[in-house]
């Protein structure tokens, strides 16, 4: 199910965003368009006057929105590769920072992440950001107050058992793999010893991944540290080499991580043997934190492209597990039975339904990528139905939305459009399940990806559930909105037919 923002709530939210744009820059705001969002609740937007293009945040943390900011200030001041924060409300819960474009580091080396092969450009553009991360660490933490770090200011132990237990309470029991909690505490208290060794006095970002890196004119920088404290190095190595669907190659992981270190050199004294030993801990470390969210975004909070990301996950705890990690050598065992686990070793022509994706999406961002390594389905352009959202009075709602729905039915424009694409639709999906395929993506776009395409993949979503009862997941991209349809039985299906 979908909770709705209530009307006044999304009002109010507008209004602060449109009130600082123009104080801060003297100029009627002319479009305000909503950006995708990822695992996080706060809502980013662009917002275009005459001469000027800002993001503003609006983020329900007002702590983490005051940390992120104060991070933000010290860093820019010191020339570092990260958003400038140009204004904020008094209460921080709304701000606004430079615009940097809509290239991540993640999309910008997609062909590598598919093949496994980077092109020397993305390779470049991975060498400068390895480059970079030393400053940000060893330079941003000089003189930074940590006390502004929310919500610790410091990797300490109580750390290390949130995201052990994290991932312990929402993926290895979401399994239903049997262990012995007390031997898997045990080792929990041996890991946290070794990780602790490493204590330096050097900012830790703790989400340094390829989606947290804008690229703007030939160059990386840095995004959304607001979980950032003072911490070891290693960590970000680990989470930035070793990100599920990074698909790096252990060579460039190696280069890579020479190219970090000569960086780093330059800034303090380096053991580089310590560094490479502690280094193996921390990439098992991240790799349980990060199966550990995961499962909470996956499992619990039903957001399925994190669910998606589990088995290059689980590919790349196979690999790490070949390091030796005596030390706590319950916690190893039970991980080798986790990744050889029936439901993780799955190959994609064993899915004894056929999943289809429905996504709704805006032109002006483009088409959503099909990841299913498929590449094809349908992509259906409502642009040329009726419009609710040239009246003001709609601007704040969605297809989703009773008043909305009415004006597209009323208008019957979008009716007939959905009669034929359905008829389309229903053959491949009924031609789909006789030959066995297991993937089928379904797309509706319009300008902003709010009304009328929304409106399309909600239907569509519910025509193609209730019609042949095969598993769908619906995504609104723009929307940052997602719900899962199971596919039915074979006994209720065959009653249907």
């Known amino acids: 199910m979908y909770l709705c923002i209530n009307e006044n709530l999304q009002i109010q939210l507008m209004t602060q965003i449109e009130i600082l744009f123009e104080q801060y820059t003297h100029e009627k705001l002319l479009t305000l368009t909503e950006l995708t969002a990822s695992g996080s609740p706060r809502r980013y937007f662009r917002l275009v006057g005459e001469k000027s293009s800002l993001i503003g ?11 992120f900011i104060a991070m933000s200030k010290y860093f820019h001041s010191l020339g570092l590769a990260v958003p400038q924060v140009l204004a904020e409300t008094a209460d921080c819960q709304y701000y606004l920072q430079n615009d940097l474009g809509d290239t991540i580091l993640f999309d910008f080396m997609a062909e590598g992440r598919k093949t496994g092969i980077f092109s020397e450009t993305e390779k470049e553009m991975l060498q400068k950001t390895m480059l970079k991360l030393p400053l940000i660490q060893v330079l941003g933490a000089k003189g930074f107050d940590f006390s502004l770090c929310y919500p610790q200011p410091e990797f300490n132990e109580r750390s290390v058992f949130w995201d052990l237990n994290y991932f312990k309470y929402n993926f290895l029991k979401t399994t239903g793999l049997d262990f012995q909690e007390n031997r898997l505490e045990d080792d929990f208290v041996r890991f946290s010893q070794i990780l602790l060794q490493s204590k330096t006095d050097s900012f830790m970002y703790r989400d340094f991944q390829s989606r947290n890196v804008m690229i703007k004119d030939g160059e990386p920088y840095f995004i959304d540290f607001q979980g950032g404290r003072k911490g070891p190095l290693a960590y970000d190595v680990a989470s930035f080499l070793w990100q599920a ?4 190659s252990k060579e460039l992981r190696e280069e890579l991580i020479e190219v970090y270190l000569h960086s780093l050199k330059t800034l303090i004294p380096v053991d580089e043997a310590e560094f ?9 470390f991240r790799s349980l934190q990060v199966l550990g969210a995961y499962g909470f975004r996956g499992y619990f909070e039903k957001k399925t492209h994190f669910l998606q990301s589990i088995p290059f996950a689980m590919e790349n705890l196979k690999q790490i597990l070949k390091t030796d990690f005596s030390a706590y050598p319950y916690l190893v065992e039970k991980l080798r039975q986790m990744t050889e686990l029936e439901q993780f070793n799955k190959k994609p022509d064993e899915r004894k339904t056929l999943l289809v994706k429905v996504y709704s999406f805006s032109y002006r961002i483009g088409i959503p990528e099909d990841n299913s390594g498929n590449g094809g389905g349908f992509v259906f352009d409502c642009r040329a139905v009726n419009n609710p959202g040239k009246y003001e009075r709609y601007a704040h709602f969605t297809g989703l939305d009773e008043s909305v729905k009415q004006f597209l039915e009323e208008d019957g424009e979008i009716l ?11 053959a491949s999906v ?13 797309s509706f776009g319009c300008t902003g990806g709010q009304h009328r395409s929304v409106y399309s993949a909600q239907k569509a979503a519910e025509h193609i559930s209730s019609t042949f009862g095969v598993e769908v997941q619906l995504i609104h991209r723009e929307q940052n909105k997602e719900e899962s349809f199971a596919a039915l039985s074979d006994d209720i299906n065959s009653l249907r037919s």
């Open 57 to 67: 945040v609006a983020g329900t943390s007002i702590e983490e929105n005051k940390a």
């Open 245 to 248: 669907k990074a698909n790096f």
């Open 276 to 284: 490479h030993q502690q280094l193996n801990h921390f990439v098992l």
């Open 416 to 426: 007939h459009f959905l009669e034929h694409s359905f008829e389309l639709i229903d």
């Open 430 to 442: 009924k031609r789909y399940k006789d030959r066995g395929f297991t993937n089928l993506m379904i």
